[in-house]
């Protein structure tokens, strides 16, 4: 985007749905598809696995290269580079069947996959970033059938608010503050303001309902990495979106396509957000659109220490410490 132009590249060199990647540190793309992810089933026999292809897209490349497949079908995951490595985590092995906990880490230099710590949650259609060499997943989806103890998910709203942090020095996942918003489909993006402490932003989103139905959020939430919190926008999207790309330039949010409806209902919509515009996000409200009977309880704990200190972005960055 350093000349604000838009080109195509190669075509996918298969046609996939809810196909997992990401970009490495040397400019390669890695992407990860099936085509049977949408036509399994809870008894289906196919275990091909996820064809891996590479675009060598900061060389120029003019097409995509077949590398080490991974061992099971998954889709719908997240896959982030830390240094030179690719972890891929979470997903669904397939349309309405359970999704999954499972971490696979992928080193180009060998093209061989190894298994990590699984995730805290069995969670797909998540959002993540990389912080200081750190993995951070927010929110995702549980399978149609997940119900635990709290009444978290069920069978008609199966989202989740939970944030999980991954450390591949340690290989191992915590639990930080979690959403104050269950959801899934967010978009996610690390922010920098001069002089005050990087944050987590999470746009849009939904709560799936079925294929036909659901809630579409607008809402914009900032997590402040060193004190564990999360605070609210007034500001929101223009619109409700989920399932969108997200990206920062110079400055500015860049979140594009997406859904803003059901039942194949996507948007070629380019939304840009002003980071230094933005302004500051106060305490969120903890208000649950929805208000499922679960909510109460857990909005009445949050409520009980609100307002919460209104520092957010005011000190000086300070180093993280493990």
């Known amino acids: 985007m350093t000349d604000r132009s838009v080109r195509s590249g190669p075509d996918a060199p298969l046609r996939s749905n809810h196909a997992m990647g990401a970009m490495s540190p040397d400019g390669r ?55 030179n490595l690719m972890y891929c985590f979470g997903g669904s092995l397939g349309a309405g069947m359970p999704t999954v906990n499972t971490l696979n880490i992928y080193d180009p230099q060998t093209d061989t996959w190894t298994s990590g710590a699984p995730m805290l949650e069995e969670l797909d259609h998540s959002t993540s970033v ?6 951070w997943s927010t929110s995702g989806r549980y399978h149609v059938d997940h119900k635990p103890g709290t009444a978290e998910a069920s069978s008609k709203a199966p989202s989740s608010a939970a944030s999980l942090v991954y450390d591949p020095s340690r290989d191992s996942w915590t639990r930080v503050e979690p959403l104050p918003y269950r959801r899934n489909a967010g978009a996610a993006a690390v922010l920098t303001r001069p002089g005050k402490r990087a944050t987590l932003l999470v746009a849009g989103g939904q709560i799936f309902a079925g294929v036909r ?36 330039l110079d400055n500015k949010v860049y979140i594009v396509g997406g859904a803003d409806g059901y039942h194949i209902s996507g948007t070629d919509s380019v939304m840009v957000i002003d980071i230094e515009a933005l302004g500051e996000p106060t305490p969120c409200m903890y ?22 200190a209104k520092h957010f972005l005011r000190d000086e960055p300070a180093p993280l410490t493990s």
């Open 287 to 308: 208000e649950e659109i929805s208000r499922p009977d679960w909510w109460t309880d857990y909005r009445a704990g949050n409520m009980a220490n609100y307002p919460y």
């Open 29 to 83: 793309m890695h992407a990860l598809m099936s085509e049977s992810y949408l036509l399994r089933s809870e008894n289906a026999s196919d275990n091909a696995g996820m064809h891996h292809y590479v675009w060598d897209f900061a060389r120029g490349g003019t097409s995509w290269e077949a590398r080490a497949p991974l061992s099971s079908i998954t889709g719908a995951g997240r896959c982030e580079f830390v240094h």
């Open 130 to 135: 990389v912080f200081d060499n750190r993995i």
């Open 213 to 248: 139905a659901g809630l579409i959020f607008s809402m914009l939430e900032e997590y402040d990495f060193e004190e564990d919190d999360w605070f609210c926008h007034a500001t929101h999207l223009p619109q409700g979106l989920f399932g969108a790309a997200i990206g920062v």
